[in-house]
């Protein structure tokens, strides 16, 4: 275990679905982020929360909706989605945010999502 | 813009020593990142190296910084088999506050 769980690993669902993915860590950290693995694509960065705070939005669509209810807890909200939005959906946290020296990012292991 | 580049694939013999290559385009980084991907895992950061440094070693594993080329490697001696995986690269600059990933390099270790 990494400190950082991440919920489904693998998620199916249509175009007209509804569903949320699930990030929570123990570690004491007061940053977390959710970052978009594509193949052959660099980490695409979506969101970042400090101190609960949504500090950063990548011009992500509004079919993502974050949520983050307290420091150790982390959701992305899914709906009406694409199939090109098929991905490995990487949560990760930090102690603080990215700009207080060397801080360094523990990843989950991901959610898998397939958008039929 | 902020980029960071990386060739997609890398193929090494086990014992051999392997060098993976990264170049970024922003020069006010202050720190620079390796981070490792097993499958079916998230990433797991494996070393990283603040900008005035130009070396950076850690047991098999030796970073290299070029920042007038703006260029990073990561070497790592007597390549192992459990050294398989997919491995990024990335900054952090002051002003943008972001870590900006490559599009990360698969190492192959074949027998």
């Known amino acids: 275990e990494t400190g950082v769980t991440q919920t489904p690993r693998h998620l199916v669902m249509g175009m007209t679905n509804k569903k949320s993915l699930k990030c929570e860590q123990h570690?004491?950290?007061?940053?977390m982020y959710w970052y978009k693995q594509s193949a052959k694509k660099p980490l695409e960065l979506m969101f970042v929360?400090?101190?609960?705070?949504?500090?950063e939005n990548n011009s992500v669509p509004s079919r993502f909706s974050p949520e983050c209810p307290n420091s150790s807890h982390l959701f992305l909200h899914l709906h009406t989605l694409q199939p090109e939005d098929s991905a490995l959906y990487l949560c990760?946290?930090?102690?603080?945010?990215?700009?207080?020296?060397?801080?360094?990012?523990?990843f989950g292991a991901g959610s898998r999502l397939t958008v039929l | 813009g902020e980029d960071v580049e990386q060739s997609l694939f890398l193929s090494v013999r086990e014992g051999d020593s392997s060098v993976i290559n990264c170049t970024y385009t922003?020069?006010?980084?202050?720190?620079l990142y390796w981070y490792k991907q097993e499958p079916g895992a998230g990433l797991q950061l494996l070393t990283y190296?603040?900008?005035?440094?130009d070396m950076k070693q850690d047991q098999r594993l030796t970073v290299l910084l070029n920042k007038k080329d703006k260029h990073l490697s990561l070497r790592i001696a007597d390549t192992q088999t459990g050294d398989s995986a997919i491995y990024f690269c990335?900054?952090?600059?002051?002003?943008?506050?972001?870590?900006?990933f490559g599009t990360g390099t698969r190492l192959q270790v074949t027998l």
């Open positions: 990760a946290s930090s102690q603080e945010g990215l700009n207080s020296g060397a801080n360094v990012l523990t």
């Open positions: 570690l004491g950290h007061n940053a």
């Open positions: 929360y400090n101190f609960k705070e949504q500090t």
């Open positions: 922003d020069s006010s980084s202050t720190y």
């Open positions: 190296i603040f900008s005035n440094m």
């Open positions: 990335a900054e952090i600059t002051g002003t943008a506050s972001k870590l900006t």
